[in-house]
């Protein structure tokens, strides 16, 4: 079944509308800072009678408690067209006109801080920014609430408006006229400009290094949702999966108890791999462990009911191996062991995945709560996984996964951190390892001992072990792994950016149970000394090579916008073939 790559063409001109974004002419502001409410009467600022502003208030407001901290406050509404509605807020700690204080000018540090959003929405709350003194701004990208099915319209066609402006319209005009109405405001244009997002807002945080990277000194973009139609497209293998094999119930889904079983049962089994037996699988690729050892009767295993059926195994292992064609071969990632199972292979599919198949399609009648999903198979009869995959590639994936280059950025000086947990139950972080491996081979030093040390000078990928989307804990086992805490992840990129002081190291910590421990620039991990506290800090250090060929070899993907049928592409993978010599034995061992 072959798709349409019409949609490439016709996002064209909006694309090139984004990338450019709007071009901000020089312009003339007092000598001295002029009060907020200004802003939006005054026309000198740039914001009344602008033809692309739709509407515009600056007023004096108060972030939450308890820090109930004063700030001048501008909402823009933002359009090139009737359709086009883009809410922008900026945030600005007062200025001295004001009566802000303390800062570089007035209240402010001379600073601004973009800040992300989250799923399909946008995020509109700029308190913490601005409590610390950074200019904070945000969008909702177009739309309000979180709801992706717009995407497609009912004549089966593309709502591009829709779609570009949440994915980079948005986000690049909010970077924009934050640092604009922050050089109004001030009397001065930002000393540093940073961003600061998880899982949609890591997102965006990545596009903004791809396709706006001039603009920016520094970004945090964790959990990064970037693959979005692959990763989104590969949310839906485990329903499928345990509706094709394991079907109990209109839904198929396996009871949530026999899956937190089966989640314990391969921590347990994977845990002292790495030399420390504290409940944390440090790496969830290298872990073979297989849901048949929890069937009903087998020794070891869990009591009924919490033991499964045959088919129940089968059904589990295929969501952890993840998405493969008929060839055998990788589509996209699985659900790694030790992982959560109920947000993605829970009673319901997950929303967004759901909608990820009507984009795929161009088809709104697949849509939540539609069950058409579950007319789809695994790779049999009918319309297959495959062949939903292949369709999102052709048809979507140009536009919304977030994968380019990040030459401009790097030209500028800017620095870039990625924390990402290895039990990530959303976004499947070996999409971002993926990623991150095909920068290293771009941006590879003479002399590159590791294949990484010319990405790292300014790249750096921090891998948490046992932690979950956005350092979430594991919430079937109530534990969490070492994620940074008040805001240590944010302070490790301005201190790279403003010291230039390279992060070789970033404390995370839990409090369930209490640890602390060093995360590593990938692909280095923390290693136990082999004495002491498996939870102190002081007794691990960052070490060891995670780049093995256990790990790498398995998670070559099958050539791009050619799911179906395609070959493995080591080129687009940054795997050498060579290094992968003995790949069909390592893929033999992850396959069911």
Known sequence: MRYSTAIVRLCAPIVAIATGALTLPAHAVPVSSPACTSLAIDPRFELKNNPVIKSVTSSIKTTAAPANVKYCNVTLVYGTNTNQNITIAIGLPLNTADGGAGGLEGAWNGRTEGLGGGGCAGNLNVDAAVNTGYVGSGTDGGHSGGDCTPGVNANHTYNLEFIQDFFRVG??????????????????????????????????????????????????????????????????????????LAGESPSGAIPPAKLVAVQKSAIAACDAADGATDGIIDDPRVCRFSATANVCGRPGAPAAPNCLTSDEATAVDRIWDGPRNKHGDRIWFGLDRGSDFSILDGPTPFPLGVTQFEWNLIDPSYAPPS?????????????????????????????????????AFRARGGKLLTFVGANDQFIYPRGVLNYYRQMAERYQARHDRTGFEGVQSFYRLFHAPGVGHCGAPIFSLGTAGPWPQNGADFAALVNWVEKGVAPDQVIGKSLSPALSRPLCPYPQTAKYKGTGDVNDAANWSCGGNLETREAVCPDVLVKYKDEVDGPLDYRASSVDPSFCKRRNVAQDDDRH
Do not use: H
């Open 371 to 407: 069950m058409k999903w579950s007319t789809v198979s695994l790779g049999g009869k009918g319309l297959s996984y495959p062949q939903v995959a292949e369709a999102g590639s052709r048809n979507i994936a140009d536009v919304t996964d977030t994968f380019g280059p990040l030459d």
């Open 171 to 244: 986000i690049k005009q909010q970077i924009l006229w934050s640092k604009r109405v922050a050089t109004s405001y001030y009397s001065k244009p930002p000393s540093y400009s940073y961003w600061n997002g998880c899982s949609t807002g890591g997102r965006q945080g990545y596009l903004l290094a791809q396709e706006l990277g001039s603009q920016l000194d520094g970004i945090l973009a964790s959990a990064p949702a970037m693959y979005w139609t692959r990763f989104q497209t590969a949310q839906m293998w485990g329903q499928l999966a345990m509706f094709e």
